[in-house]
């Protein structure tokens, strides 16, 4: 079993920035691709970005496009959200996700273990 927990949320103005990281246990994740969701208020769960096992491929949602950026350390079994220039609209849990296969090959389906989530606010 993998247990993933969130760390780094909180309170931000917009235009600011937050490091997310999201730290596995258990087992190692190294051969696992890994990822970022997340849900606001009324709204269903939605794919932020995702990484291959390596760390070379990486994918993102057109939201995240050009403001987030991804990252993993697996000697450290960590995964990293990078998130700059943050909006109000990106106010929400975000979710780490570890999916077993090595590539990402789906993000509406994605994720065989799940954190717990971090919340993400960030003021007007």
């Given at each position: 079993?993998?247990?993933?927990?969130?760390?780094?949320?909180?309170?931000?103005?917009?235009?600011?920035?937050?490091?997310?990281?999201?730290?596995?246990?258990?087992?190692?994740?190294?051969?696992?691709?890994?990822?970022?969701?997340?849900?606001?208020?009324?709204?269903?769960?939605?794919?932020?970005?995702?990484?291959?096992?390596?760390?070379?491929?990486?994918?993102?949602?057109?939201?995240?496009?050009?403001?987030?950026?991804?990252?993993?350390?697996?000697?450290?079994?960590?995964?990293?959200?990078?998130?700059?220039?943050l909006k109000p609209e990106d106010t929400a849990v975000y979710y780490c996700a570890a999916d077993t296969s090595a590539h990402v090959v789906s993000t509406s389906n994605f994720g065989d273990y799940w954190g717990?989530?971090?919340?993400?606010?960030?003021?007007?």
């Amino acid at each position: 079993q993998v247990q993933l927990v969130e760390s780094g949320g909180g309170l931000v103005q917009a235009g600011g920035s937050l490091r997310l990281s999201c730290a596995a246990s258990g087992r190692t994740v190294r051969g696992y691709s890994m990822g970022w969701f997340r849900q606001a208020p009324g709204k269903e769960r939605e794919f932020v970005a995702a990484i291959n096992w390596s760390g070379i491929t990486t994918y993102y949602a057109d939201f995240a496009k050009g403001r987030f950026t991804i990252s993993r350390d697996n000697a450290k079994n960590t995964m990293y959200l990078q998130m700059n220039i943050l909006k109000p609209e990106d106010t929400a849990v975000y979710y780490c996700a570890a999916d077993t296969s090595a590539h990402v090959v789906s993000t509406s389906n994605f994720g065989d273990y799940w954190g717990q989530g971090t919340q993400v606010t960030v003021s007007s």
